[in-house]
């Protein structure tokens, strides 16, 4: 019995002998470990940058060879810096050596120079007492990537498109400007004086000259640049007075006498109309962190440039483009390897405007001294051919490098040469008549020949109005829409929107855009007739048919009511994008009804050919004309004498072709003791000569 119960434990024994080598295996030498997943779970952790879990899956032996800390900061270095995402792998064979296993994979991510894909390996090891783990190497990365190679993006800038003027001609692009900059080591012993000397010539201040100098990568022999300038060659000071030029060469010599500095030519965006097309263009700057977080995903990294203002900002997805970008492995040299992944540049769009580079420039060198904007627009076809501000800034100053003392002189200047005022909205006084007279015609409430009686210079409906007086200029016979126009009577026009009502009145002016935006790419102020959306008194109803009261008009607005009068009653849209064959888009359908269109075009013809029209100043011998003036009252109160006054002109070519047909709106503030709307029609004529009798 005993040899029988001997038998039967000896295989037990070996059982438990068995067992216990099964689980020293298991733990010991990982013989059964899922190197699938572990792979996997290594790779999962570079997105959510869980470097200390990947280190703890790497073998012992591995672990010697590089400290947790050089690990994760080489691996971080890398996967951020080439903006690894979506990594994903697909494993595609598992070769078991021993108490290794190899797993070939095939990667693919997302990086900043687009999709990466590649081939590559894992070893998985099994250690004694430590189980499965992964062997480290600089090549688990990248196949090639080697110990001391390194992991290199470039950014391969996209050229910003250009802004073009109808012509071609460059409103907004790459241009040439000098670069002025200090080489350390050739400065001479008295820095202080000439840091102090070097500030007042370039408005910087000794401390931002020190910062830059102070930068971590200058060198004695560096060239360390402090600011742009106009690069300004000897034709070019032909355009500058006397006075200019030679200050503009002075300051160059005076740069250039200083020790260690130097000026060189270096590409930037530029923009040739200066002042004159600054509220039009806008300009761009750095991008700022608040940009780069709002438009995360967009391609922006620090560095880039972003439009801030104008057509700069409003086209700032066509105009920017795309970045290329390369990721390439190099050497301790700094030879290429190799090159992982390259994204081709995609240069940004040319916007080609309806803009005339030329009329830009004669309305703002005709009105740079007053507070004043302009439209010009072709009426048939709706092409707008000049948006002007006066005064302006230039554009370039906020690419050379704007001083807080420029920049506070800019804000801190009574004109508000920052102020856009053509995007503004202003009372419009009698340039608004013709459009409160096509109302009352179309609405069949004014008989345009009907005489609503000549009531001298003064004029009130009753006893009701109190001490209130609507009050006019000139004298003249039969009241009717024609006289009223050529004489700008507002007592007419006052009787005329009593005659109107205020109900119909208001839903005119709401059928006419008062209230809503106009179709058009540049943001404008919407016009209004009230702030309270209702005409509250009967006085105001009175005020607001001559354009008083508190009626606003955008100028591109009125620009367009004026549109009506050479389309048969259509409003016409405004255009700002470039097409050769432009065709007029309608904005509002039949705004005025025939009998309107052809009286109050009666009217606005006399204003400018009769001798006592309003707008006689304007007329010429080479090109007939039609329009109407305006001067505004701006005052607190019935009874203040110490207001100002807006002048307008509006004026258009009846005659014209569709090609050659104008229109330009003016708007100058403060011309009172200035001959009102005529200093206006003054400044205009010589525009309008320049257009016309030049050619």
């Known amino acids: 019995m005993k040899k029988r119960k001997v038998l039967w ?139 001391e ?102 300051l160059r010599q005076e740069l250039l006498e200083l020790p260690g500095v130097m000026l060189s030519d270096t590409e930037t965006r530029v923009y040739p109309l200066k002042e004159a097309a600054s509220h039009l263009t806008g300009y761009i700057q750095d991008v700022t962190a608040e940009d780069l977080e709002e438009r995360e995903g967009e ?165 009701t109005w109190g001490g209130y007086y609507v009050t006019t200029l000139h004298e003249y016979s039969t009241a009717n829409l024609v006289n009223a126009l050529i004489y700008s009577d507002n007592i007419y026009f006052a009787k005329a929107a009593l005659q109107i009502g205020a109900d119909t009145l208001k839903t005119s002016l709401e059928g006419l855009g008062f209230g809503a935006r106009v179709p058009f790419d540049i943001w404008m102020t919407e016009s209004q007739y009230s702030n309270s959306g209702e005409f509250d008194t009967e006085v105001q109803l009175a005020d607001s048919g001559y354009g008083q009261g508190q009626m606003l008009a955008n100028p591109l607005h009125l620009a367009c009511l004026y549109t009506a009068f050479l389309n048969n009653g259509d409003v016409i849209k405004p255009s700002l994008l470039y097409t050769e064959d432009p065709q007029a888009e309608t904005w509002i359908s039949q705004a005025f009804s025939p009998e309107a269109v052809q009286a109050v075009s009666e009217g606005l013809l006399q204003v400018i050919e009769d001798p006592n029209g309003t707008g006689a100043g304007c007329r010429m011998d080479a090109v007939r004309l039609a329009g109407k003036t305006g001067t505004a009252e701006i005052k607190d109160t019935v009874d203040d004498v110490n207001g100002t006054e807006l002048g307008w002109l509006a004026v258009y070519t009846p005659e014209e072709s569709p090609e050659n047909s104008l229109l330009l709106v003016s708007m100058v503030e403060d011309v009172k003791e200035r001959g009102g709307s005529g200093y206006v029609v003054g400044l205009e004529r010589e525009i309008l000569e320049e257009i016309y009798a030049g050619e």
């Open 9 to 147: 434990l000896l295989p037990a024994g070996l059982l438990l002998l068995v067992l216990l080598l099964f689980l020293f295996l298991w733990k010991g030498l990982g013989l059964f470990a899922d190197t699938e997943n572990m792979l996997l779970s290594y790779m999962e952790c570079i997105e959510s940058e869980d470097y200390e879990k990947m280190y703890g899956m790497l073998t012992k032996a591995s672990r010697e060879t590089i400290s947790k800390e050089e690990f994760t900061e080489r691996n971080q270095n890398i996967y951020q810096g080439i903006e690894a995402r979506n990594i994903e792998i697909k494993i595609k064979e598992k070769k078991d050596e021993g108490l290794q296993t190899v797993l070939v994979y095939e990667t693919s991510m997302d990086t900043a120079a687009g999709l990466l894909q590649f081939e590559n390996q894992a070893v998985f090891t099994r250690e004694i007492g430590e189980g499965c783990g992964l062997e480290w190497e600089h090549s688990l990365i990248f196949p090639n990537l080697g110990r």
């Open 149 to 250: 190679d390194k992991v290199q993006v470039t950014t391969i800038p996209a050229q910003r498109g250009q802004i073009l003027d109808r012509n071609g001609q460059v409103l907004a692009g790459a241009g040439t400007v000098s670069q002025v900059g200090v080489v350390p080591g050739e400065l001479d012993g008295q820095r202080d004086l000439e840091f102090e000397k070097l500030g007042e010539l370039l408005e910087m201040s000794v401390e931002e000259i020190e910062t830059k100098l102070g930068a971590a990568w200058v060198k004695d022999d560096s060239f360390v640049p402090l600011k742009m300038l106009e690069k300004i060659d000897e034709i070019d000071l032909l355009f500058y007075s006397q006075e200019e030029a030679i200050e503009k060469r002075n």
């Open 299 to 463: 391609g922006y990294h620090a560095g880039s440039k972003i439009g801030k203002s104008g057509l700069e900002s409003l086209y700032e997805k066509e105009l920017k483009g795309k970045d290329g970008c390369k990721i390439t492995i190099t050497n301790s040299q700094g030879t290429e390897k190799e090159v992982l992944a390259y994204q081709v540049k995609e240069d940004g769009q040319d916007i080609t405007l309806t803009i005339d580079a030329g009329l830009q420039r004669k309305l703002y060198e005709k009105f740079k001294e007053d507070e004043s904007c302009h439209v010009a627009m072709n009426p048939k076809t709706g092409e707008v051919l000049a948006l002007v501000s006066t005064p302006s800034y230039d554009a370039n100053d906020f690419i050379f490098g704007l001083s807080q003392q420029q920049w506070d002189a800019l804000n801190e200047d009574e004109q508000q040469p920052m102020l856009n005022r053509f995007r503004n909205t202003w009372c419009p006084g009698s340039s608004f008549k013709p459009i409160i007279g096509a109302i009352g015609v179309s609405a069949g409430k004014l008989d345009p020949n009907a005489d609503l009686g000549m009531e001298g210079l003064q004029w009130q409906k009753d006893q």
